[in-house]
């Protein structure tokens, strides 16, 4: 039996409600979708930007221990000078092996990394007793000409890189030193930003 007009339009109403709910439902699936893409996006370049952010710390705090280890080179070569009779060198430079671990290795040996370099560049400069009384106020009494030294340690952590050396990472350290016949002591020692 044919269908009434009336029941026909009913049907095509219903068919084309049913079309709307699918295209609705297919509308949101794809914004969600979008939506969550992006998000990922953004949520990837902010651990790449943490993962770099932290390298850098790494570096840095190297670097430090580097700068502290040419300031403790300098110390060792300033007191065998002294020992000697002889006047200190004003400038040097020492270098460091890198030292890191493998991803995932279990031994604990640290392996050297053959790409990369510390240099802890030392300048040293003898003190007055006018430039040690306006550094220390009510400190030490002032020992004596060519016994107190201002040491400044400057390292870089540098990568060999396409032909080029990258710096990776810089710290400087400053300390004041005296000379004395068992040894250098250090009278201050701190951060050094010029």
């Known amino acids: 039996m044919p269908l009434s007009k ?60 580097y700068a502290i280890a040419g300031l403790e080179s300098a110390l060792g070569q300033i007191h065998n000078n002294y020992r000697q009779g002889e006047a200190p060198a004003l400038s040097q430079v020492f270098s460091y092996r890198v030292y890191g671990g493998e991803p995932g290795a279990t031994h604990e040996t640290p392996i050297p990394i053959e790409t990369h370099v510390a240099e802890a560049a ?24 060519g016994k107190a030294y201002r040491v400044i340690s400057s390292s870089e952590i540098k990568r060999a890189s396409t032909g080029e050396m990258r710096v990776l ?14 040894g250098c002591r250090v009278i201050s020692f701190g951060t050094f930003k010029p």
């Open 122 to 145: 030392v300048t040293l400069s003898a003190m007055d007793a006018e430039s040690w009384s306006a550094r220390f106020q009510s400190a030490p009494a002032w020992p004596g000409t």
């Open 6 to 65: 009336a029941e026909n339009n009913f049907c095509r109403t219903r068919a084309n409600e049913k079309k709307l709910r699918v295209g609705a439902a297919l509308f949101i699936a794809l914004a969600f979708l979008s939506l969550f893409s992006m998000l990922g996006a953004t949520y990837l370049r902010y651990m790449s930007l943490e993962l770099e952010g932290n390298t850098r710390s790494v570096y840095s705090v190297r670097a430090r221990h």
């Open 169 to 182: 990472g810089k710290y400087s350290v400053e300390s004041i030193i005296t000379v004395e016949e068992n």
